[in-house]
């Protein structure tokens, strides 16, 4: 079965330092990752997927298959950035498209 | 321009007293899910519709069942729910080919 791991709960930075959100996953097949955000008071939502390989408000994720890893990461952290973060494998292909997800990082940036 | 809607965002209910969940879309999108998110943990999937196909996770229980009448709507109903229960339910849609899956605001249940 797959599993999404995110080992930090919280994660605090200071605004303009680097920030970096680990994700590892299990899954025997050829996987389909995504970092979902949610802001406070917002829903859940889509911030970026491997396939694609884009950079969405500066946050960048490259799917590390050695590793088994899908880390996030900013350059320059802002205090906008606040969010809980979510690591998620996709499985069943793009019809099915059922996720499972990581326990999620709370980051907080500070000022 | 919300895309995903649910009703109610709280809910209350009694140990053991039948609740339905609500949630449409304007998406048209063929694949809703929902979801059930406990407090401090992962969103976990209970089961999904693709177009009239409905799909059970294996460890869903059979407390939990959904109907989804028409493209637009989707229910899921608790028949006798338990304290257990209480919980965050996300529903999500996704169309077609697209990875994305778009989520609604979550109904928050409360069981007494």
């Known amino acids: 079965a797959q599993r999404v791991t995110q080992p930090e709960k919280l994660l605090s930075v200071f605004k303009g330092a680097p920030v970096e959100l680990k994700c590892n996953y299990s899954?025997?097949?050829?996987?389909?990752l995504f970092w979902y955000v949610q802001y406070s008071r917002q829903r859940l939502q889509l911030l970026l997927r491997h396939i694609s390989r884009e950079s969405i408000k500066g946050f960048t994720a490259d799917l590390n298959k050695g590793e088994t890893s899908f880390h996030l990461k900013k350059p320059f952290a802002q205090e906008e950035d606040s969010a809980m973060y979510y690591c998620?494998?996709?499985?069943?292909?793009?019809?099915?498209?059922?996720?499972?997800f990581g326990q999620g990082t709370i980051l907080t940036v500070h000022p | 321009d919300a895309m995903v809607i649910q009703n109610p965002r709280y809910q209350v209910t009694q140990f053991g007293k039948p609740v339905t969940l609500s949630c449409s879309q304007t998406?048209?999108?063929?694949?809703m899910y929902w979801y059930q998110q406990k407090s401090s943990q992962a969103p976990k999937l209970l089961f999904h519709y693709y177009d009239k196909d409905f799909n059970n996770e294996a460890d869903t229980p059979d407390n939990f069942q959904s109907r989804r009448p028409n493209t637009s709507f989707c229910f899921l109903d608790i028949r006798s729910p338990g304290l257990g229960d209480a919980a965050m339910y996300l529903c999500a849609t996704k169309g077609g080919a697209q990875e994305t899956q778009y989520f609604g605001p979550g109904t928050r249940l409360l069981v007494l």
């Open positions: 899954y025997s097949g050829s996987p389909e």
């Open positions: 998406l048209n999108h063929n694949v």
């Open positions: 998620a494998l996709m499985v069943g292909g793009t019809s099915y498209g059922k996720l499972t």
